[in-house]
């Protein structure tokens, strides 16, 4: 069975830019959240989703947003770059217990 | 807001030599999950505890949850090399299993050979 996927990997934008990240969860697993790993850190919650509504949001600005599609995939969704915003963008996926990580992608901000 | 805190930030051991790194939460916690990071990878998911006092084995590893339900620790008895990575705590608030998780900032664990 393949694990999370996430795309891109890799990512440069500029400030100000847009930028869609994507998620598709283990199959079967009905609950996708986003985290932010900023270097050095330990990932800091973003959102939360299951079955296509949000269940839970962290303390992030506006600028971010999420979706999830009726297969389960989802995208993360940041408008107005910023520097700081520069990162490890994890998605995860919830089995019973267990919450698998995906690879992430990397974002940098120029 | 809530946090959850991890001691040491960064630990240095001599292989064979055990390893400890602890969690604590200002909040009591609905569960506590260990994650294990190696360098330039993501979180590895390692074990959750949900029961106050409960303790947990894996091979080399113990991991306990507190009677207050606000600190859990993590430790690995002599050490290898392939132990060497990050390890993070994450506290689940509240909600039961639907509470946000807050991750502490993580032990970085080097083992000399």
């Known amino acids: 069975d393949a694990g999370v996927t996430q795309s891109p990997t890799h990512l440069i934008k500029t400030r100000g830019q847009h930028v869609t990240l994507r998620c598709s969860p283990i199959?079967?697993?009905?609950?996708v959240s986003w985290y932010q790993q900023v270097l050095g850190q330990g990932p800091q919650f973003i959102f939360q989703?299951?079955?296509?509504?949000?269940?839970g949001r962290g303390n992030f600005p506006d600028r971010f947003s999420a979706r999830q599609f009726p297969n389960y995939s989802s995208e993360l969704n940041v408008n107005a770059l910023l520097l700081g915003d520069s990162a490890l963008y994890l998605c995860?996926?919830?089995?019973?217990?267990?919450?698998?990580f995906g690879p992430g992608t990397r974002l940098l901000v120029l | 807001g809530q946090q959850v805190m991890q001691i040491p930030q960064y630990q240095h051991v001599q292989e064979g030599e055990d390893f400890t790194t602890y969690c604590n939460s200002s909040t009591t916690l609905s569960n506590i999950q260990w994650y294990k990071q190696r360098p330039g990878g993501h979180p590895v998911f390692l074990i959750q505890l949900v029961k106050s006092g409960e303790v947990k084995k894996q091979k080399r590893l113990t991991f306990q949850f507190g009677e207050a339900k606000k600190n859990s620790s993590l430790h690995i008895t002599a050490t290898q090399t392939t132990d060497v990575g990050t390890y993070f705590c994450?506290?689940?608030?509240?909600?039961?299993?639907?509470?946000?998780?807050?991750f502490g900032k993580g032990t970085k664990l080097s083992v000399k050979p």
């Open positions: 989703y299951y079955e296509k509504e949000e269940r």
């Open positions: 994450a506290g689940r608030l509240g909600g039961g299993s639907q509470g946000n998780l807050i």
């Open positions: 199959s079967g697993h009905k609950s």
């Open positions: 995860a996926s919830r089995g019973a217990e267990t919450q698998y």
